[in-house]
């Protein structure tokens, strides 16, 4: 399977300011992404979709493969993730003279992913013909769970999902099991993407993730903490056996 890795990297961020180059644990956050991605055996090329010439640098020298500008249309707060994905396969394509079969779409504000899990998304949806994506996942647990969360109607607490009585789940070992969707690695069909607006399809398998690996940089807090962790990890790989 003919498969590219994409990273989108537009340039301005509310929240976090230059947020996709910024420094985490001495190295742009972008580059953690771009490094898992070349380490990806079924990965043929790491692409980066950006729109700012700076990103475009630090992407290249860090081994990506940054051939266009993104266009201003398709880069904007509330641009979603087809055009984008679109754009790159028609320029690529066009370009190349070659059909894509498969895109990992990998958001670098999740800096935990690694080859290995690339590698495991792509090769699940080779392997398996009838899937239309594959896309990683964490457990929701405890307070975030669903069942556990609430509302304000008329100024009153109301369950968040109507007809769960909240009190039959007392303790969190009685919640049933529930995932969320974490933006680590997203593997999509080419033809998926460029026939329907709905890139993922009601046929779409997964790869758990655990909750350390699958922090999602969206604010200040969030950067933190992902500082944190790695150098947590960096001091633990330093300990002596």
């Known amino acids: 399977m003919k498969t ?28 953690h992404t771009i490094k898992a991605a070349l380490g990806a055996r079924l ?21 990506a493969w940054v051939p266009f500008v993104r266009p201003p249309n398709i880069a904007r707060d509330n641009t979603p993730d087809p055009p984008v994905i679109r754009h790159a396969i028609e320029w690529i394509e066009k370009n190349s003279g070659k059909k894509l079969d498969a895109i990992a779409f990998l958001r670098p ?32 647990e405890g307070v975030y769970h669903p069942y556990w969360c609430i509302k304000v109607q008329q100024g009153l607490l109301k369950p968040f999902i109507e007809g769960v009585q909240t009190e039959k789940y007392y303790q969190r070992q009685l919640l049933p099991a529930c995932y969320r969707l974490n933006g680590v690695v997203d593997v999509v069909r080419r033809d998926r993407v460029m026939d329907c607006n709905d890139i993922y399809g009601d046929r779409t398998g997964f790869i758990e993730v655990e909750e ?30």
């Open 4 to 31: 590219i890795a994409l990273i989108p990297a537009r340039k301005n961020s509310k929240k976090v300011q230059r947020k996709n180059i910024r420094l985490l644990s001495k190295e742009p956050l972008i580059n």
């Open 43 to 63: 990965v043929e090329a790491v692409v980066v979709s950006t729109d700012c010439s700076e990103t475009a640098q630090i992407a290249s020298r860090a081994g």
């Open 109 to 140: 504000t999740t800096p935990f992913k690694t080859g290995v899990l690339i590698d495991e998304c792509v090769q699940k949806l080779q392997d398996d013909g009838e899937l239309s994506a594959v896309r990683t996942i964490t457990p929701v």
């Open 212 to 241: 350390t690996a699958a922090v999602d940089i969206d604010n200040e807090f969030d950067f933190q903490f992902c500082e944190f962790l790695m150098n947590k990890c960096t001091a633990a790989e330093k300990q002596p056996a």
